[in-house]
């Protein structure tokens, strides 16, 4: 099939890139000529694990082309994905000003009839605003479905390849429900099975799953994130606690580590529109205000605690910061648990030296809008693990990469000044590190 995609982030570079491997011929347009300009020259703009190679074997194939031009892409194309950000707005809700500029953009290329595919996170009512959108701009036929994406960053080819499962919302009594169904069915033939269903719904029903997924898992991370904190008081171990209640098959062992509470670029920002939505529709969600909230203080914990353990005036103090990227095996800085975490550390009048695998470019830009010369002259970036523990007053472990699962303990306590450890994601052996003469915080420990 012939696939137009618009947008290249995380998703629509996946999406193309993974399509194009099942043998379509894809084409991604971005409004972004720099981001286009580098994958024209094979340079992958964002890191995500296999996707470089992937992306690169395609274009050499023939089978997967960049342009800034809609007309480069839609005139002819059976499929058109749209990928763009759908970020938070002002009141909560989410922004489709990217999502109907592009809408109204692919109108004006259309050249015959288009099923136009929805893939960013959108509210309830998304693809028939779409649709009108094109409909009143265009002559042509236009079918536009909500196919929401459940990728997880940091494993997002391998999860577009074989997805849990695929959700097509559609219009089935519409003009062109039958030819809708079985283009997805042959779209999607390649990465769905017996085991990986592809499920048919109605567009509104598509949309709201994503959000719903999206805030069961958030809610997930913020309930043990509380349960864990009952354990610090009551003497309980969080592992112990949530591998006693993962075993129990109602409940999985899934979204159940305790940590520094839940970033990136969907479960804050969808969590919050879910609520808007709800609030629009005349719902109030309890749960889902509890669980936003429950973030926002989970994300401060382990600067709570270095002011705790060093006091509130940190001036002379250094702490090492492992891990920047709101997860491991992305370079993706946004709504990161590292950011709060600093911010809170500089407000202090501490110096941070940071060590992050790949994302250290994107928080440089982070920095940069976040922090004035003055207080970013205070965080020093090392090249290795090791470098930003020498001469620190604590040890805080951010973001679970697998560099810093095994660390040389007998050098770090050669370089570190004080042998403190502030391990944000129970990633270390606390009895080991307490023999060997560190003081351990953990996360319900
Ligand atoms: P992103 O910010 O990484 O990429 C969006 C891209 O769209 C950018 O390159 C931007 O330049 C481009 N763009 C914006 N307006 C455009 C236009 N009019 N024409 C062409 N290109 C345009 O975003 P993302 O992380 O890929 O997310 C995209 C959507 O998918 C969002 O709704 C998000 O919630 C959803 N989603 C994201 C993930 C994830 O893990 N990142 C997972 C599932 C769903």
Redesign the pocket.
């Known amino acids: 099939m012939e696939i137009a995609i ?7 570079l996946v999406t193309g890139t993974c399509l194009a491997s099942a043998g379509n011929t894809v084409t991604c ?4 000529a720099r ?1 286009i300009e580098e994958l024209k020259r094979g340079v992958i703009p ?1 890191y995500e694990p296999g996707l470089a190679d992937l992306t690169r074997n395609n274009v050499d194939a023939n089978r997967l082309r960049f342009t800034t031009n809609y007309a480069d892409a839609v005139p002819g194309a059976d499929i058109c994905f749209i ?4 970020p938070q707005g002002d009141d909560g809700s989410a922004d489709l000003q ?1 999502v109907l ?2 809408a109204r ?1 692919l109108a004006g290329h259309m050249t015959d009839f288009l099923i136009v595919i929805d ?4 509210p309830v009512g998304t693809a028939r605003m779409v649709e009108d959108t094109i409909r009143n701009l265009t002559h042509h036929e236009v079918a536009v479905i909500s196919n ?6 940091g494993a ?1 080819v391998s999860d577009f390849e074989t997805p849990n499962r695929v959700v097509v919302g559609y219009d089935a009594n519409g003009a062109h429900g039958d030819r809708v169904r079985n283009t997805m069915v042959e779209l999607y033939r390649p990465f769905v099975g017996d085991d990986r269903p592809l499920v048919f719904m109605n567009r509104e029903s598509a949309e709201l799953t994503k959000y719903a997924a999206n805030a069961m898992l958030a809610t997930r991370i913020s309930f043990i994130n509380e349960i864990a904190n009952l354990c610090e008081r009551v003497g309980a171990d969080i592992g112990d606690v949530s591998h006693g209640m993962g075993l129990d098959e109602r409940i999985g062992p899934f979204f159940l580590r305790a940590g520094l509470g839940y970033g ?3 479960f804050p ?2 969590v919050r529109a879910i609520m808007h939505a709800a609030a629009e529709a005349g719902c109030t969600f309890h749960i889902v205000d509890a669980v936003d909230r429950v973030n926002e203080i989970q994300k401060r914990r382990l600067a709570d605690g270095v002011c705790r353990r060093f006091g509130s005036d940190l001036s002379n103090h250094t702490f090492a910061v492992w891990g920047l990227a709101f997860k491991p095996e992305t370079d ?1 800085m946004r709504e990161a648990p590292s950011i709060v975490t600093i911010d809170r550390l500089l407000s202090a009048g501490a110096t941070v030296q940071v060590h992050d695998p790949v994302a250290t470019q994107n928080f440089m830009h982070v920095a940069e809008r976040t922090w004035v010369p003055e207080t970013r002259a205070r965080i020093v970036y090392a090249p290795e693990p090791v470098n930003a523990a020498a001469g620190a007053d604590a040890l805080l472990l951010i973001t679970e990469w697998n560099i810093f699962r095994e660390p040389d303990w007998n050098e770090l306590k050669q370089e570190m000044r004080a042998h403190v450890v502030f391990d944000g994601r129970n990633l270390y052996d606390r009895w080991k590190l307490e023999e060997m003469g560190f003081e351990y915080f953990g996360i319900g420990r």
């Open positions: 618009v947008g290249t982030g995380y998703v629509g347009v971005d409004i972004d981001r964002i990928a763009v950000g759908t990217y500029e592009a953009t893939k960013s996170t959108v929401p994406e459940f990728l997880k960053e997002a990136g670029s969907c920002k969808d993706d």
